[in-house]
Nanobody, 127 residues
Framework: QVLLVESGGGLVQAGGSLRLSCAGSGRTFSSYVMGWFRQVTGKEREAVATISWSGGSTYYADSVKGRFTISRDNAKNTAYLQMNRLTPEATAVYYC????????????????????WGQGPQVTVSS
């Protein structure tokens, strides 16, 4: 089992930045692909970014490319999501998640691939 604890959410003005952290405990953190997802009330949870076990491969949703950066530090059992030039459209609950396996890298964009989830801090971007 992996316990994921997130931090770093909050309120920020449009154009500002936030960094989310996701600390994992339990089994070896480097055994998991890490993903960041977000969800707005009434909408489906969507993938924001994913990062491979060693950090060598990443995926970003088109809406965040060039502004968000996913990273991980396996020595610290922590994944990060740096969010720059935030817009009000980024307002959502953000979840980190861990997945041990998938038959395809593409499937790591799907919430159903993930085995463990963080608690989901709120990120609110004011205009």
């Amino acid at each position: 089992q992996v316990l994921l604890v997130e931090s770093g959410g909050g309120l920020v003005q449009a154009g500002g930045s936030l960094r989310l952290s996701c600390a994992g405990s339990g089994r070896t953190f480097s055994s998991y692909v890490m993903g960041w997802f977000r969800q707005v009330t009434g909408k489906e949870r969507e993938a924001v970014a994913t990062i491979s076990w060693s950090g060598g491969s990443t995926y970003y949703a088109d809406s965040v490319k060039g502004r968000f950066t996913i990273s991980r530090d396996n020595a610290k059992n922590t994944a990060y999501l740096q969010m720059n030039r935030l817009t009000p459209e980024a307002t959502a609950v953000y979840y980190c998640a861990a997945a041990e396996y998938s038959s395809s890298w593409t499937l790591f964009r799907e919430p159903g691939t993930y085995d463990y989830w963080g608690q989901g801090p709120q990120v609110t971007v004011s205009s």
